[in-house]
């Protein structure tokens, strides 16, 4: 069957597995470069859909309210309409304030990019 055993790692010299090493190491940091692109955009999609549930969420809840208590109450869609409308301006109102975290972060970037320029 013929002698096909594999090196002995110990009597590889120390520098060279280093070397072989930091080369591979070298090899993933540039393949995890490129992905940062399709990360980037992936991050964008994620907030434009977080902040579609936030709005969502908001209606969704209003409605909830609205209609709960005007079926409870028995009332035409008073409450309905004026829980929409509440539920409305409180998803508005999460939406701001999440574009602005993002805002701040994004700021927070660009200067700490500067700082090291």
Excluded at 53 to 70: N, P, Q, T
Aim: overall charge neutral.
């Amino acid at each position: 069957m013929g002698d096909r055993s594999l090196p002995d790692p110990h009597q590889v010299p120390d520098d060279a597995r280093l070397k072989e090493l930091e080369a591979r190491i070298a090899k993933l940091k540039v393949a995890k470069d490129d992905a940062g692109h399709m990360k980037k955009d992936y991050s964008q999609a994620q907030l434009a859909w977080r902040m579609v549930v936030e709005l969502v969420a908001g209606l969704g809840i209003g409605f909830g309210i609205g209609y709960g208590l005007d079926t409870l109450l028995g009332t035409i869609p008073l409450f309905l309409v004026l829980f929409i409308g509440l539920g409305f301006a409180a998803g508005v109102k999460t939406m701001m304030r999440s574009a602005k975290e993002v805002q701040e972060r994004r700021m927070a970037q660009e200067a700490a990019e500067k700082g090291e320029d």
